[in-house]
């Protein structure tokens, strides 16, 4: 069997303020938004709730090589520090990316 890669990004927000991390992120991950107190919730997609990605640690996920400039884009337009690997997909990762 070939290998196959992906790349593993993880991304910081140091000296970034409260609202400007909770912007990002909101736009980023995605959250649930809540309203009436509670009784009602929505959720809202972020960027990567439409990319297909392994969640690895907190800020850091495996994408495919496709998705990767899409979401170095993303994060330029925030000014966020992103680290970039390329690395060997094992059968999971695979499975998990639709590849």
Known sequence: MDKQFGFIIGYRL???S???RTRFNRKFLGY???????????????????????HALNSCFIIRMDDLEEVKGFCDLYH????????VLVESDLEALGI
């Not at 966020?80 to 690395?87: G, Q, T």
């Open 32 to 54: 649930t938004d809540r309203s009436q107190y509670g009784r009602f919730s929505y959720s809202r997609e972020g960027l990567m709730s439409k990319i297909p990605n392994v």
């Open 14 to 16: 140091e000296g970034k």
């Open 80 to 87: 966020v520090e992103l680290f970039v690997r390329e690395v």
């Open 18 to 20: 409260p609202v400007e």
